[in-house]
């Protein structure tokens, strides 16, 4: 037999093969990154495409980095979160820098991550699984899913490899702080998913003597199915969707107390009060255990039906739900990150900030490249400065 004429050649050894193909994944994913961030810029440049100005006529030019949004009154922000990450931390960091709010209300499951929280700025408040919600906890919704839908759901679980309990349960949490907070958070709030980053002073009402809601608008369409029935069943009204076709499902959420009752109310309907999560949950459609419900939605269109003068829909969507890249965009944060996890930070903010987005989405439990879900960041998840 002859020889291969590369048969001179060494065989890498395992960690040599594991090296370069680490080397060869991070160049693409950096060459990727570089492509997109090239499209999007152009994109921006060639067809003017300028996020902050598209509320609506009359909303004039956003303000420059510079200046703050000019709130009318007080106001308070309202965020969930597992856990504290850097991306929660960072995210509060934003808020007070270009929104200032009164106070930022964050929720989380135990004590001590709500102390690490609390260390993150003078002005967060926190509360544990159960705390202001009467009744509405992580054991109350996961009871009441599987006595709902039995079997149903097991199956949808043992499928899907997750339970619903946690998203379901936040999503109650969104809405009830409303009614339960009481005097401690102010009549205009604004609900914030703590994922995602302010890159940009913006408002949640406009300055009209009588501040109109602002309405997000580039929330996913094709996981709208379920949302629409829910909501039928507990209102009899169709849900709302965008006038550019998408939805209201959009990670923030400028919201009014007295307003948020009168959804509740709804959702009550003549089961009695405290009856609104439970009705939520009889009335999602087995079918879409996975997206049974939106608050985002439900809150929107129950305002553009009943108090459509006290909202003002935005032309076009003004945020985006991942940096460039989206997943691997996300995990590439490690390589410049100084904790090497998936952290983003001020250097890489100025790098997309051209894209002119009011905010972007760093979901870094969607990744598994991060590590989110490791045992070692049980508790936390890369804080920067301190913890």
Request: a positive charge.
């Amino acid at each position: 037999m002859g020889t291969h004429p590369y048969s001179h050649r060494k065989r890498l050894r395992p960690f040599q093969e594991g090296r370069y193909r680490k080397r060869g994944a991070t160049t693409l994913v950096m060459y990727l990154l570089t492509l997109l961030f090239v499209w999007w810029y152009a994109r921006s440049v060639l067809f003017g495409f300028s996020p902050s100005a598209s509320a609506g006529s009359g909303a004039g030019q956003a303000p420059s980095s510079a200046q703050q949004p000019a709130q009318t009154s007080p106001m308070d922000v309202v965020g969930i979160a597992v856990k504290p990450t850097c991306v929660t931390e960072f995210s509060i960091e934003k808020l007070n820098e270009l929104l200032k709010p009164r106070l930022i209300h964050v929720f989380t499951p135990t004590e001590s991550k709500c102390e690490l929280f609390r260390g993150m700025a003078s002005n967060v408040r926190c509360y544990t699984d159960g705390e202001v919600v009467p009744g509405v906890s992580k054991k109350t919704v996961e009871d009441a899913l599987v006595s709902t839908f039995g079997a149903a759901y097991t199956d949808y679980v043992k499928k899907s490899g997750k339970k619903m309990t946690g998203w379901y349960l936040q999503q109650f949490v969104k809405l009830g702080v409303s009614r339960y907070l009481g005097e401690r958070l102010t009549e205009n709030f604004l609900i914030w998913d703590l994922d995602m980053i302010m890159m940009k002073p913006m408002e949640a009402f406009t300055s009209d003597p009588t501040p109109r809601a602002l309405v997000n608008v580039g929330g996913k369409i094709h996981i709208h199915k379920g949302y629409e029935l829910c909501y039928e069943r507990l209102t009899n009204r169709t849900l709302e969707i965008a006038p550019d076709g998408t939805s209201y499902v959009t990670h923030s959420l400028s919201a009014s107390k007295r307003h948020m009752e009168g959804l509740l109310r709804e959702f009550e309907g003549e089961a009695g009060r405290d009856s609104w999560p439970w009705n939520i949950i009889r009335s999602i459609d087995p079918d879409y255990l996975g997206y049974g419900f939106s608050e985002y939605a439900s809150y929107v269109s129950y305002m553009i039906q009943n108090h459509p003068d006290e909202v003002k829909v935005k032309r076009r969507r003004t945020w985006t739900r991942y940096p460039p890249g989206a997943s691997l965009g996300v995990a590439a944060l490690k390589l410049i990150s100084p904790n090497h996890l998936c952290c983003p930070t001020d250097s890489f903010l100025k790098l997309v900030k051209p894209l002119g987005y009011e905010f972007m989405g760093f979901e870094i439990g969607h990744s598994s490249l991060c590590g989110y879900h490791d045992k070692a960041h049980e508790e936390s998840y890369g804080l920067m400065k301190g913890a």
